[in-house]
């Protein structure tokens, strides 16, 4: 069985910084692609950033320039950089994970931009 575990989260000023991390564990042996997905109250999941197993990276425009995914093949891991955080940004941030053609989920981290 799969898990995902995430970490990192909490509440950070407007304009401050955090960096969350989503670790893989159990029978892997290769994860195709890995995202970030965010859901705010009342809205829809969205897909924040997602890389591929290459390292191709694609993002929402509306974090374009302020965050950045990478991943550590070797550790299962899933990384976002947020930068110049924005009360609009706060969200449940949600990994996830391609593991032979079946999705897998996280329990989500909260983040809070707020003064």
């Known amino acids: 069985q799969v898990q995902l575990v995430e970490s990192g989260g909490g509440l950070v000023q407007p304009g401050g910084s955090l960096r969350l991390s989503c670790a893989a564990s159990?029978?892997?042996?290769?994860?195709?692609?890995m995202a970030w997905y965010r859901q705010a109250p009342g809205k829809e999941r969205e897909l924040v950033a997602s890389?591929?197993?290459?390292?191709?990276?694609n993002y929402v425009d509306s974090v374009k320039g302020r965050f950045t995914i990478s991943r550590d093949n070797a550790k299962n891991t899933v990384y976002l950089q947020m930068n110049s955080l924005k009360p609009e940004d706060t969200a449940v941030y949600y990994c996830?994970?391609?593991?032979?053609?079946?999705?897998?989920w996280g329990q989500g981290t909260q983040v809070t931009v707020s003064a």
């Open positions: 159990g029978k892997i042996f290769s994860i195709n692609d």
């Open positions: 996830n994970a391609v593991i032979l053609n079946q999705n897998y």
């Open positions: 890389i591929t197993n290459g390292g191709i990276t």
